[in-house]
């Protein structure tokens, strides 16, 4: 309660958490080491003779104690069975030292133990899921845009081939549009001259 009233109840502190519908009766066993970690963080927002870290580190110490009660190996392995149910959440500090005080209660009431069955993981929560799937799709683009290159390389060329083919090649068509200028332009040019007549008898010079 202390802590509550110290801290402002719109200041928000993340952790990892796995709800009591996910974790059974493991749910102790299973947010044990998470919380340690979480207040571990929250102790150093505070300075060294802050009175709220040494409360804070008063829990701690408590968690460690209860941890230290079970196997560390098979403490260790029955977290990794339920890594995938696993959430980060940030909670107000009212419902942060609410949960901590639910949790210790469970503790102290007996509560926990290894007998537990994790359910199947959630399709779209497994941890790197997410950044697989993101770094899988920009392959995927990467790829496709560069089979694009050679594609359209491809497209052009039969494009050009068939132009070609129905035209002849640029050299002949350009060949066949100069003829083409030129007889116009002869055509234009060509003027018939009429035959010179003489008006007298004068005889022409060849027949002199």
Not at 190 to 200: D, K, R
Request: glycine share 6%; aromatic share 8%.
């Amino acid at each position: 309660m202390l802590l509550k009233h110290n801290i402002p109840k719109d200041y928000n502190i993340s952790m990892h958490y796995i709800p009591k519908e996910r974790s059974g009766v493991c749910w102790v066993l299973l947010n044990i080491y998470p919380l340690e970690q979480s207040l571990r963080e929250l102790a150093r927002v505070f300075g060294a003779i802050s009175s709220n870290k040494d409360n804070i580190m008063i829990f701690i110490t408590m968690l460690q104690n209860l941890r230290l009660k079970f196997d560390h190996e098979e403490l260790e392995a029955t977290m990794q069975v339920f890594k995938c149910h696993y959430r980060v959440v940030k909670w107000p500090s009212g419902q942060y030292f609410d949960y901590i005080r639910d949790i210790l209660n469970s503790a102290a009431q007996g509560e926990g133990g290894f007998h537990c069955v994790p359910p199947p993981c959630p399709a779209s929560t497994t941890p790197g899921s997410e950044a697989q799937d993101h770094e899988q799709t920009r392959s995927r683009g990467s790829l496709l845009s560069l089979l694009s290159i050679p594609v359209t390389a491809c497209v052009f060329l039969i494009v050009w081939a068939i132009k070609s083919r129905r035209g002849g090649s640029p050299e002949s068509n350009l060949e066949r549009g100069h003829r083409r200028l030129s007889t116009d332009a002869e055509r234009t040019i060509t003027i018939p001259i009429p035959p010179v007549t003489s008006t007298t008898d004068t005889p022409v010079m060849g027949e002199a």
